[in-house]
């Protein structure tokens, strides 16, 4: 069963950036996918991008290209949603979400609030 723990998130004022980290445990697979999401207030919750483990493969959101980076650290199994350049319409709590093996796992979310 994987397990996954979100932090890092917090208020920010606009332009300025962010690092989350999801701590990773339980993986069954050397082959699996994390991906970031997020769910503003009202709405439906979207992706943001996700990295393969297979190639360290990176996509992103239109919305987040070139502002927001995704990494990972293997020794400490933790995964990272570098956010710069910050707008109000970040705000949102922020998931990540692991497949492994077909089998999808959530986090429970960190808050992101942008002030402007």
């Known amino acids: 069963q994987v397990h996954l723990v979100e932090s890092g998130g917090g208020l920010v004022q606009a332009g300025g950036s962010l690092r989350l980290s999801c701590a990773a445990s339980?993986?069954?697979?050397?082959?699996?996918?994390i991906g970031w999401y997020r769910q503003a207030p009202g709405k439906e919750r979207e992706g943001v991008g996700c990295?393969?483990?297979?190639?360290?493969?990176?996509y992103y959101a239109d919305s987040v290209k070139g502002r927001f980076t995704i990494s990972r650290d293997n020794a400490k199994n933790t995964f990272y949603l570098q956010m710069n350049s910050l707008k109000p319409e970040d705000t949102a709590v922020y998931y990540c979400?692991?497949?492994?093996?077909?089998?999808?796992?959530w986090g429970k979310g960190t808050l992101v609030t942008v002030s402007s």
């Open positions: 979400k692991a497949v492994d093996r077909a089998r999808e796992y």
């Open positions: 339980g993986f069954t697979s050397k082959y699996y996918t």
């Open positions: 990295i393969s483990s297979n190639d360290d493969s990176t």
